[in-house]
């Protein structure tokens, strides 16, 4: 299957650096990572294209039959357009759909509001690499189990922590009395490519310039660094981080549709 959009082009580029594997099933795409297996978004069916209605709970069923017993449910679906209204069969069904918004630059420039307090600099011991780890569990505002989301948190920082010693990117946070307050990863992601991961800033430190100012710290070691000539990054569109991304030069260009549900039944008879 020939992937036309740039987010799921960049988020199976960097799963495949990070070890998970993705097959190819003619009309979608197996994406498995066994190494993290409660990572929703690297155990996943990415489609064509939006199913028809008649054909949808057919993808419930093979989603069901890939990944026997995992608690979660989660389909893409390929193409650069389109909006939650799309996806009105899944959320009729109990699944939370997400129209995600693609940002891409080709040059960057500071925000209106630098933070100039803040050490802006590369993760680089085993303590930066476990601070990032609880800015991550200090991040877990859709309230997921803790012990469980810690478990996550854990294995993808040792998945990212592997990417960047191999040389495929950076691990970036923002110190503020060596306290890391803010976080994200940028990594090769194809010719040319280069992409976001995991934006995130302690709840308590928010709207302070933090997020803005490593961006674009970050955005430069793309371009002078990795050589990229676009970035791309995937945002929530009601976030109001997405603004932040705007003040340093990115744009929205497509838009990534997925549906998810934190149980493997969704059956028709959820629809009340």
Do not use: K
Not at 76 to 82: E, H, Q, V
Not at 191 to 206: I, K, Y
């Amino acid at each position: 299957m020939d992937v036309t959009s740039l987010g799921f082009t960049t988020d199976l580029a960097l799963l495949q650096l990070g070890g998970s594997h993705v097959e190819d099933s003619g009309d979608h795409l197996v994406v498995r990572s066994a190494h993290n297996p409660t990572h929703w978004w690297g155990n996943f069916l990415l489609l064509g294209r939006v199913p028809a209605a008649a054909d949808s709970q057919h993808w419930l069923d093979r989603f069901e039959a890939t990944f026997p017993g995992a608690s979660h449910l989660a389909l893409g679906f390929d193409g650069t357009s389109g909006d939650v209204g799309d996806l009105a069969w899944f959320t009729g069904r109990g699944c939370s759909a997400e129209a995600q918004t693609v940002m891409t630059a080709r040059g960057v420039h500071e925000p209106a509001h630098v933070n100039r307090d803040a050490e802006c600099r590369a993760l680089r011991t085993d303590g930066d690499w476990a601070q990032s780890v609880e800015l991550r569990t200090r991040c877990n505002e859709r309230g997921l189990e803790p012990v469980g989301y810690r478990a996550y948190c854990e294995a993808r920082v040792h998945t990212q922590r592997g990417l960047v010693e191999a040389g495929h990117g950076g691990w970036f946070g923002a110190f503020v009395d060596g306290r890391l307050v803010s976080q994200m990863g940028l990594f090769d992601a194809g010719p040319g490519l280069a992409r976001f991961q995991s934006v995130e800033t302690d709840p308590e430190h928010r709207r302070r310039g933090l997020a803005g100012t490593l961006v674009h710290h970050v955005s430069r070691h793309g371009f002078d660094q990795l050589g990229a000539r676009t970035l791309v990054m995937v945002a929530d569109p009601d976030y109001v981080a997405i603004d932040l991304y705007r003040a340093v030069g990115f744009d929205a260009t497509e838009s990534q549709l997925q549906v998810e549900h934190r149980t493997p039944n969704v059956a028709p008879a959820a629809a009340g």
